[in-house]
């Protein structure tokens, strides 16, 4: 059955990502390297006719499906180049219907046919697409500069062999549709694994660098850890993608515990501590024997004191806590979320609050390890282009609403969300700040200790905090941003647990689809099981 219809209108918003290997085959380094994550879930062989010559003004499209959420990442098509060899233009095109007639290109490389062989398959290496089950993509193929003596081919098969696609010839403003023909061709996915994997790998020096890896082969998202005693052995949780390398999200928590047993202090106590210099024992494991669950934990018990590998200027302005304090982390094979959650018992002899920072780092570099000026922040209300302070309480506790995302456009499109749960009810804000403004020598978050008497009580940290406001988020070296937890008093040997989620995720068309797919994860997460917090009042 032919059809005629309007001609595709396609909008061409190019994906930023990675190309890897645009000449295909001729980049075979990149084209093994990805290779290891593929599989052909899509194929049709079949060739009846050739389309004959494909010239300047003629458009060949095939339509295509998935019937699950697939990463794409590879696309052989069956060429023919008539025995000789050509220099005109091939340009793919995929693409996927936004409106009726309008389509948005996802991805776009322009090759020159002399590279192509007579009746072989060429393999297109793909940038990692992330497809939608059910619904329709298309594959198109053009030539601006092909004449009769100077043009290639395509095979093709009438039988209807692909009923999940059809072919569309387009000649000029007029589109012919045939149902049931299909061109040759397979299409590669991201083969997705089953459970999670375990191993080490060395970086640098083993004292700093000597790693653990649960890695999902699901999702490709990584936990990384040291063994107890390795500098950072908790604070230096990463989540990776694919290569793990500086160029994947690479966080590096600087996190702050406060403790004190009076809001005036006159006569009390308080200690305050950057988290990653406590001496932490590190338990991890498979929860379940299909290796579908892991947990890494870290404990600081017992007064263990600091680690050996702090730097002086972290421990030697830090006091020991008097709590027991454990941290950990679950993720499941097949999600894109991981709580992490944080327990603080009292072992001091008088009630006390405590007060704990989650201050992170997020490099999504796409140049050098200590430069970031790519990496953006997104609120659930939108952009934002200054530091800010995002409140919870009683009014927006419940809506889900509170989070703080960072991203990246560029190369393979990263986001990582830091997502506070109802039910942790202890968290108070999300801030964002420029390195800028920081007091670089003072262990606080936000650089009052040099400017505030009793800087830490948390009264003291929420009637300063709009300082931050005063700058642009546009420095290039950091991009920092925080989540403060409010314990409440803790009474001696009691236990409070909170719990915040991280989130992580590549591959997004565009700013619509970054944040649908945020509030999609955020919708999977369970209600997360954490105490309630027993008193904020001394």
């Known amino acids: 059955m032919i059809k005629n219809f309007f001609v595709f209108a396609l909008i061409t918003v190019l994906c930023s990502c990675i190309v890897l290997g645009e000449n295909g085959n001729e980049n075979p380094e990149l084209y093994e390297s990805q290779e290891l994550f593929s599989e052909i879930l899509i194929q049709q062989t079949n060739q009846h006719i050739n389309m004959g010559r494909i010239t300047n003004g003629i458009k060949i499209v095939q339509s295509f499906k998935t019937d699950e959420d697939n990463t794409l990442s590879g696309l052989d098509i069956y060429f023919s180049t008539f025995m000789r060899a050509n220099t005109n233009n091939v340009i793919l095109t995929i693409s996927k219907k936004i409106q009726s007639n309008e389509f948005l290109s996802l991805f776009s490389t322009n090759l020159e046919a002399s590279i192509l062989k007579d009746n072989h398959y060429y393999r297109f290496s793909l940038p990692f697409l992330q497809l939608n089950a059910n619904e329709e ?17 395509i095979w093709v098969a009438t039988n209807n062999p692909y009923p999940d696609g059809k072919l ?21 996915f991201v083969a997705k694994g089953t459970h999670i994997e375990y191993y080490t790998y060395l970086y640098l020096t083993k004292d700093w660098w000597d790693r653990k890896v649960y890695r999902s082969k ?3 998202i990584a936990i990384t850890f040291g063994d107890s005693g390795i500098m950072e052995g908790y604070f230096y949780e990463h989540f990776f993608q694919y290569n793990l390398d500086f160029d994947d999200y690479f966080c590096i928590p600087d996190d702050l515990i406060i403790s004190y047993n009076s809001n005036t202090l006159l006569n009390g106590t308080s200690s305050w501590v950057k988290a990653y210099s406590l001496y932490y024992e590190t338990e991890h494991g498979y929860l379940d024997e299909n290796k579908k669950h892991i947990i890494v934990k870290h404990k600081y018990i017992n007064g263990k004191g600091f680690n050996p590998l702090a730097k002086v200027e972290h421990k030697g302005n830090g006091i020991l806590p008097e709590a027991d304090i454990e941290i950990w982390h679950e993720m ?3 999600k894109n979320y991981v709580p992490m959650y944080i327990s603080i018992r009292n072992k001091s002899k008088s009630k006390k609050r405590f007060i704990y920072v989650f201050q992170d780092r997020a490099w999504m570099t796409d140049s050098e390890i200590f430069s970031m000026p790519n990496v953006r922040q997104y609120w659930p209300d939108g952009e934002y282009y200054s530091t800010r302070v995002w409140y919870i309480n009683e009014k927006n506790r419940n809506t889900k609403s509170n989070w703080i995302a960072n991203y990246n456009d560029r190369k393979e499109k990263m986001c990582a969300v830091t997502y506070a749960p109802p039910e942790s009810v202890g968290i108070i804000l999300h801030a964002t700040w420029n390195n800028l403004n920081l007091s670089i020598k003072s262990l606080d978050p936000f650089g009052y200790a040099t400017k505030i008497s009793n800087w830490f009580i948390l ?7 709009n300082a931050l406001l005063s700058s642009p988020y546009d420095n290039t070296n950091w991009k920092w941003h925080g989540t403060v ?11 409070i647990t909170q719990a915040i989620v991280k989130i992580m995720f590549s591959k997004y068309y565009n700013r619509n689809d970054m944040v649908n797919k945020i509030w999609q994860i955020i919708n999977e997460i369970p209600t997360l099981n954490v105490s309630k917090i027993i008193s904020t009042n001394e």
């Open 137 to 153: 993509y298309f594959i198109s193929l053009e030539s601006t500069s092909a004449n009769y003596d100077n043009s290639i081919t």
């Open 168 to 188: 569309y010839i387009i000649t000029g403003s007029n589109t012919n549709i045939y149902e049931s023909w299909d061109i040759k061709f397979r299409v590669l």
């Open 218 to 220: 699901y999702t490709d």
């Open 332 to 334: 499941y094979y097949d």
């Open 459 to 465: 009264e003291n940290i929420l009637t300063n905090v």
């Open 485 to 495: 937890i409010d314990f409440g008093y803790i009474e001696p040997e009691q236990t």
